[in-house]
């Protein structure tokens, strides 16, 4: 079974930073496009930041020059840190992987999610 499990979330002060990992475990062949997801109370879950497997990277404007996202592909995982935290962001944050594996269903698979909670 492919399984995703993010650590790192919490209660911060604004202007503060977390580190966010996600590890994936599983017979999985290749891991592709990997990325941070975030929802927020009322709102619909939105792309944080996307890596692909070589290290290209993309970001939503919100989070551009204070989150930087990062992956160990020996290792399996991704990374999310976030710098100068602002209460907006403030959510629930998902780990997603796009993974090619000759047991399990290929697509993409989600973690469970982390809370993230900015305090002014």
């Known amino acids: 079974q492919v399984r995703l499990v993010e650590s790192g979330g919490g209660l911060v002060q604004a202007g503060g930073s977390l580190r966010l990992s996600c590890t994936v475990s599983?017979?999985?062949?290749?891991?592709?496009?990997m990325a941070w997801y975030r929802q927020a109370p009322g709102k619909q879950r939105e792309l944080v930041a996307g890596?692909?497997?070589?290290?290209?990277?993309n970001y939503v404007d919100s989070v551009k020059g204070r989150f930087i996202i990062s992956r160990d592909n020996a290792n399996k995982m991704v990374y999310l840190q976030m710098n100068s935290l602002q209460t907006e962001d403030t959510a629930v944050y998902y780990c997603?992987?796009?993974?090619?594996?000759?047991?399990?269903?290929?697509?993409?698979?989600w973690g469970q999610g982390t809370q993230v909670t900015v305090s002014s």
């Open positions: 997603s992987a796009d993974v090619r594996s000759s047991y399990y269903r290929n697509g993409n698979y």
């Open positions: 599983g017979s999985i062949s290749v891991i592709n496009d």
């Open positions: 890596i692909t497997r070589s290290g290209t990277t």
